[in-house]
Structure formats: C-alpha cells, structure tokens
C-alpha cells in the first residue's frame, strides 16, 4: 500500500508527459531487445543466449573504416598527430556546424544518389541521429493536435520519434501484401479523406525510401504520385533516405530530390528529406542527423533548434576528414553494396532451404520475413504467440510486423547486417531446427488422423502422400488442413 503511495506521490512531482505512455516502447518491438539484453548470446561466453536480430546495425564493413582510421591519425584530436588541432575543435560551439563537415555530408548525399543531384551545404541542418531528425522537422512543420499519413508498416519506433514530445499524430495509410506493400494513391486519398470527416488537420505525407521495415525502395512513377499528391493538397512531404546507400541490388535508389529537380511544377518548399550516417556508414553512435530542406524557413529555424541536439565537434572533424576522401568513400560505398548483396543472398537463400520465404527486397539491414504459414488462424494474437516462442525458446530476437503498424498479421522483420557469418549461421541452424521440430508435431497430428504412410523430406520440407488412402483430396496444395507450421505443403 505505501509502495503504491509513493508512487503516486512520485507522478505527482512530475509532468505530464514524464509519467505517460504515448513514448511508445511498451512494445515487441523494444520487449525484444530487453530480452536480449537480459540473455545476450556469445559464441563462447553465452552460446545458448538471444542472437539480436531485431537491430537494424550495418557492421559489415568496420574492417575498412579501422584501415581508413589508422592511415588518417591527424583525423582525430585524440592523436600525437592531431592534437595539435585540439584547442580549436574542443571550443567550437557554432551550431551551424564545421563548414568542411557540411561540405563532407553533402558530398556523401550526391555520391548515394550516383551524382545525378547537387546538395547545398548552407541547407544542411545538424540534429542527434535520425530520431532527432525527424523530431525536429516535426517542430517546424506541424503544431499539437495535426497530423502525419505515414505508409504501412512503418518504422516501429515513429510513435515515439514524431509524436511523444511533439503532439503531433500518426494516421496510418494501409497497404497489403496484394501488391508487395506498395503505396497507391487510392489509400492515400482515402486516409487523406478520412482525416478531414474526422477534422484532423493533414500537415504532411511521411515515407521511408528505402523502407525500414520492407527493404524496397520507391520507383520514380511512385515517388512522382507522391510528390503531385502533397502538391494538390499543400502539405508538406518529408522523405526518410536514411537508408539510402544500402541499396545492394537493382532497380537502383531514386531519391525525391531527383524527382523534384525534373519535375516541371513542384513547390520545393514543402519538400524536405531526414539523413544520418547511422545505417550507410554503420555509425549510429556518432548521432549524427541530418535534416535537408528546400525550404527557407525550416532551414533557418531547424537551426536554432539544433541547438539542443548538436553533433560533437570532435566527431564532426574526424567524419569532415573521412568524407572529403573520395577514393575511400567510393570504395567503402561499392564494398557496402557487395558485402550486403552477399549477405542477404547467403540468409534468403538459408530460409528458402527451409521453406520460408521473404519479400522480395534489394535494400536495407533486414528482410520482411513471412511466416503466416505457421499460424491456425491470421490473427495478431497468433502472431504474437509466434514471437513470443521465437524470442524465448528459439532465442532469435525478431520483430513482429504488428509493431510497425502491418495490416497483416504474420510478417515479421529480421536484421542480417548486425553480426558475423557465424553468428548467421548459428540463427539460421536453430531455424532449421525449429521448423523441424513443428513440422515433426505436424506429422504426427496428421498420422493421427489416418495418414499412416505420410512422408516428410526435410531437405525441401515438402510433405508426400504415398498412400491410397481414401481422403487424398485433403492433400490438396489448396488445402489449409496440411500446412506445417513454417512451411505450406505441396
């Protein structure tokens, strides 16, 4: 009774938005990283532990930025060769950012965007990652109460990036597997639509390219749609290309700013594109944000308020000397594409063994993975069951696709980027054995049933009905009755 007493006392002392719960981490999708971090795996120290694959992480290519910091000393402060540097770097406050850093940033832009776009330097706005990227542009484009559609699934953490401290609100445009997740201009109007009957005020169109959490990236028909759309309705359209330089496969990356520039009427001021370092360069512990946009006004408040969410100087100068190397950036951009292209063939192709299949993708740390096979009924509650033994017996941390706002229950995200070939191969094993075992629990239900001569090829996991039995229509590949629990039979 006094522990409940205290603790109402304690929410009293604080504010409101302190003691609430619209930051958004009561989810899967961070109840996931809480148990592998109560229980995380190691290859010799904890090898029954959680394998974290709930972590979009590019750490692919460290080698070559370790190579890079060892040729490049005078690069840090922290050197014999750099320190001379020290006194100037550790006193610079401007949050305008070192003009080499903003030059640096803008270099990286056009390069990701095959250099078919020129990015001014003086509209490039620093923030503390992408969270506080997209925060920010928030703060200038909208008050408490307006609202953002952002296409489904989205990113599982915007909850708490676009609306905890802001007031803003979220009004989901649905998409579906009918079509790969693609956004149509049908469900934008109609979430557009939906909004005025509810009186919400519309301020902007919010879309990730390359998607977090699909892994496809946005054709130029698409984004032009999109770009007319918010032009028709003068709301604003921020575009989310955080992930823009991991794109490994064809068709390659569009960004809205080619749109724009080719475009024959376009309000440039309601364009405006978030960027960070965290996911192209593997640095998201270098916080560094980026907001670039064409209008005026933004760029000019966004940098007062970036006041609160600064770059450090120290990596701003070290980052500034690293992205004015054109030789090691372009190798490092051409590696990360290769190495990520690997990866994810060598994890899809792991799982396609096994039966299950992934959208098809050609960008981002992660694959959209689809297990609805495995569930008795396409329910969120079947799903999250699902995750839960997922997590907790097969110690995989996924993410489950309700987290990020699916329509459809039974997808789920899961990063490669994050660890090492074994540690790959080691998840991909205990998949293996997972589906082996419910499959084996499907076998026998199904003898149960009168399937004596039933046979299971776990190579291929494909069930075969050899007997005459009198009930062989059932073995329909149209039939629900003999799905296995990861894997449809055929």
């Not at 408040?301 to 770059?311: A, E, P, Q, T």
């Amino acid at each position: 009774m006094g522990f409940i007493k205290n603790q109402l006392i304690s929410h009293q002392l604080l504010s409101k938005m302190a003691v609430n719960e619209k930051h958004g981490e009561n989810s899967p999708y961070f109840d996931g990283w809480k148990a592998y971090d109560r229980d995380p795996f190691h290859p010799t120290n904890n090898p029954q532990g959680v394998i974290q694959m709930g972590l979009a992480e590019n750490q692919l290519c460290f080698d070559k930025v370790a190579e890079w910091i060892r040729k490049n000393p005078k690069a840090s402060i922290c050197t014999p060769e750099g320190v001379s540097q020290f006194r100037d770097i550790a006193n610079f406050q401007d949050y305008h950012g070192l003009p080499h850093f903003r030059i640096g940033v803008a270099k990286l832009m056009s390069k990701v965007r095959g250099g078919r776009v020129k990015f001014d330097a003086d509209r490039i706005v620093m923030s503390g990652g992408a969270t506080g990227a997209n925060e920010l542009l928030m703060f200038c484009l909208a008050d408490p109460g307006d609202a953002f559609l952002i296409p489904t699934p989205y990113y599982a953490a915007y909850d708490r990036d676009l609306c905890w401290r802001t007031g803003v609100q979220i009004i989901p445009v649905h998409c579906d597997s009918s079509n790969n997740f693609m956004i149509t201009r049908a469900a934008l109007e109609a979430a557009y639509k939906k909004a005025q009957e509810d009186n919400i005020n519309v301020k902007g169109l919010l879309i990730t390219n390359p998607s977090n959490p699909l892994g496809t990236t946005l054709d130029r028909d698409t984004l032009e749609s999109l770009v007319s759309f918010i032009n028709e309705k003068n709301i604003h359209l921020v575009c989310d290309e955080i992930y823009a330089a991991t794109v490994f496969n064809t068709p390659a990356f569009v960004s809205v700013s080619e749109i724009i520039q080719d475009m024959e009427f376009c309000n440039k001021d309601l364009i405006h594109i978030v960027y960070s370092l965290s996911k192209d360069m593997g640095f998201p512990g270098f916080r560094v944000g980026i907001v670039y946009s064409y209008n005026d006004s933004v760029v000019n408040c966004g940098r007062k308020m970036s006041s609160f969410g600064l770059v450090s100087s120290q990596t701003q100068h070290m980052l500034a000397a690293m992205l004015s190397d054109d030789e090691f950036v372009d190798k490092f951009l051409e590696e990360s594409s290769r190495r990520l292209r690997k990866r994810h063939g060598d994890f899809t192709e792991g799982l396609e063994k096994m039966g299950i299949t992934c959208l098809p993708s050609n960008a981002g740390l992660f694959c959209w993975m689809n297990l609805r096979s495995l569930m008795k009924e396409k329910t969120f509650e079947e799903e999250m069951m699902l995750w839960r033994v997922i997590v907790n017996e097969v110690k995989l941390n996924v993410s489950p696709g309700s987290s990020f706002n699916c329509v459809e229950a039974g997808w789920y995200r899961v990063c490669f980027a994050n660890m090492d070939d074994e540690t790959v191969e080691i998840a991909l094993r205990r998949i293996e054995a997972f589906v082996g075992k419910e499959t084996e629990k499907k076998v026998v239900k199904l003898r149960r049933q009168g399937f004596s001569n039933l046979r299971i090829s776990f190579s291929t996991l494909r069930f075969d009905e050899t007997s005459t039995h009198t009930h062989t229509h059932i073995m329909s590949p149209h039939s629900p009755i003999p799905h296995s629990p990861l894997v449809k039979a055929t």
